[in-house]
């Protein structure tokens, strides 16, 4: 079993739409949740990160843990077509090391 | 604006063949790692180093070691190139302390 298991999607949603990424993980000893964006042909880019379990809002985007479940969700509200980009959870593994997800892609359709 | 580049955005090695990806950052980071990204796999991570000289094994080192003379300047190095090496590979660096890894736009490899 992954460590962080991530749907590759691909997802595909018209434009304003509120889309649901998700990720599960197996190690409750786990602290640092991440999102990164990747456009294509560029790396991967922060986008959020939290440490808690509950809701953290950036704009259009909301990053949620519940570390009861093992479950964290990103949210994107009134998705443009500037936000097609796979999408990859991270998760801290002490020492800082990143454990990421398989990404999913996204891609918004005006 | 922290800035980590790759020596080469494409690569077509052969079978066998020494190859080296170099990456640098200018930010004076104390922490630089090297990943590989495959469809359906994700990132995974080959090596990491948290300082000058010193380097760590990530989760599928078989076939890779790394170089790290200088602060900036983190090289991967593959000794003799296999097909299965085909991927991008991506730099990312980090300060010391702090949770978000900056990346490099990676090196697409392909081995033949």
């Known amino acids: 079993q992954k460590e962080v298991e991530q749907d590759p999607g691909p997802l595909s949603v018209p434009e304003g739409a509120i889309v649901s990424l998700n990720c599960t993980y197996s190690n409750s000893a786990f602290q640092y949740f991440m999102w990164y964006r990747q456009y294509s042909r560029k790396g991967p880019e922060l986008l959020m990160y939290t440490y808690s379990s509950g809701n953290k809002e950036d704009g259009r985007f909301t990053a949620q843990v519940d570390k009861s479940s093992k479950y964290i969700s990103l949210f994107i509200r009134d998705s443009q077509p500037s936000d097609s980009a796979t999408y990859l959870c991270g998760i801290i593994q002490g020492a800082q090391k990143l454990v990421f997800g398989q990404g999913t892609r996204l891609t918004i359709n005006p | 604006d922290v800035k980590v580049t790759q020596s080469s955005r494409y690569l077509v090695k052969r079978t066998g063949e020494k190859v080296f990806l170099e990456c640098v950052q200018d930010?004076?980071?104390?922490?630089m790692f090297w990943y590989r990204q495959d469809p359906g796999l994700g990132l995974r991570l080959i090596y990491f180093s948290y300082d000058v000289k010193m380097k760590e094994k990530g989760d599928i080192p078989e076939g890779y070691s790394v170089s790290r003379e200088k602060k900036e300047r983190f090289s991967l190095i593959l000794e003799s190139a296999s097909t299965n090496q085909t991927s991008m590979y991506l730099c990312?660096?980090?300060?010391?302390?702090?949770?978000?890894?900056?990346f490099g736009p990676g090196t697409r490899l392909t081995v033949t």
């Open positions: 990312a660096s980090q300060t010391s302390g702090s949770y978000e890894q900056y």
């Open positions: 930010m004076d980071h104390e922490n």
